[in-house]
């Protein structure tokens, strides 16, 4: 097993009303426990505000949870304590769906390539470049874009440079948060067939969060459903590619996008 998060628990505190300074308690997550083995694409969806950035913040300790652990690579992390150290941040990644504001904006794309494994002190630069250049062509990126800035890029280039800067760190584990949304379908097929490709000849596992119903059948092997802070169904692909939930609300939300689906209008 990869991955195995245990019981986290998360709660925000609000300020109900600024003349009194009042505080309510928002439960956001509540008893997350679940796991991702090497190699797997697990989808996570639910409703907007059901937590699932949350949980991607936490599981990758840019903020605490109340309670809960995780273990990742047979090592045990408290989600409570102190910030992850260099080796979990060398083999767990995330990408947000914000690309234009997570490169930074003054830097080169090769810069903005180099920066992580710089840090990470992975390799010498030449082999760097060399990975990078192999890797760009993987991408059906033009090496020429390596001399342009972020702001000179397209939304689907941008995207996939964004990912590019987390996969050429070889992640065990890559977690994408939305990173397909707000693109067209076309751009949006070609970044999932991509990550296909690099989980199947990398072995890298990736935590795939979307609100889009239609990609996480498409790419994913297992299936976990939230509502309200809670994992409340789970699922991994039948033999004959389809899903069967077991909680009313996800086979309601699921039976939802075969009606809206044009194709499944036709049929009827
Ligand atoms: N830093 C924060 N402080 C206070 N409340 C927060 C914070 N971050 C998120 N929340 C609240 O926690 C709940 C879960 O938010 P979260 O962003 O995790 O949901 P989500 O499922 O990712 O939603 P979406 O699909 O719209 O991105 C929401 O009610 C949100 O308002």
Redesign the pocket.
């Known amino acids: 097993m990869l991955l195995k998060v245990d019981n986290v628990h998360k709660s925000?505190r609000?300020t109900s009303s600024w003349l009194t300074s009042n505080h309510q308690s928002?439960h956001?997550l509540k008893n997350i426990t679940f796991e991702i083995a090497d190699k797997e694409i697990v989808g996570l969806v639910?409703?907007?505000?059901?937590?699932?950035?949350?949980?991607a913040r936490i599981l990758m300790q840019l903020?605490r949870a109340d309670s809960g652990c995780l273990f990742f690579m047979k090592k045990e992390i408290e989600l409570t304590k102190k910030l992850a150290d260099k080796k979990f941040y060398q083999n767990c990644q995330i990408v947000f769906q914000n690309h234009l504001s997570a490169l930074n904006p003054s830097w080169k794309v090769l810069n903005i390539l180099l920066e992580p494994l710089l840090n990470l002190n992975l390799f010498e630069k030449k082999a760097h470049l060399d990975q990078i250049s192999y890797m760009l062509n993987k991408f059906h990126l033009n090496n020429d874009l390596l001399e342009r800035y972020p702001h000179q890029l397209s939304g689907g280039e941008r995207q996939r440079v964004n990912l590019l800067r987390s996969i050429l760190l070889q992640p065990k584990l890559l977690i994408c948060d939305?990173v397909v949304s707000n693109l067209d379908v076309i751009v949006q097929k070609d970044i999932i067939d991509l990550l296909k490709k690099i989980n199947q000849e990398m072995n890298m596992a990736i935590l795939f969060?979307s609100?889009d119903l239609h990609a996480v059948q498409y790419f994913c092997d297992r299936l976990l459903v939230?509502k309200n802070?809670e994992i409340i169904d789970q699922q991994a692909r039948n033999d004959d590619n389809s899903f069967s939930f077991s909680h009313p609300y996800s086979q309601k939300l699921f039976s939802s996008i075969m009606i809206a689906d044009p194709a499944n209008r036709q049929k009827k």
Request: no cysteine.
């Open positions: 925000y609000h928002q956001v639910g409703e907007s505000g059901s937590g699932k950035s949350t949980l903020e939305e969060i609100h939230m802070g």
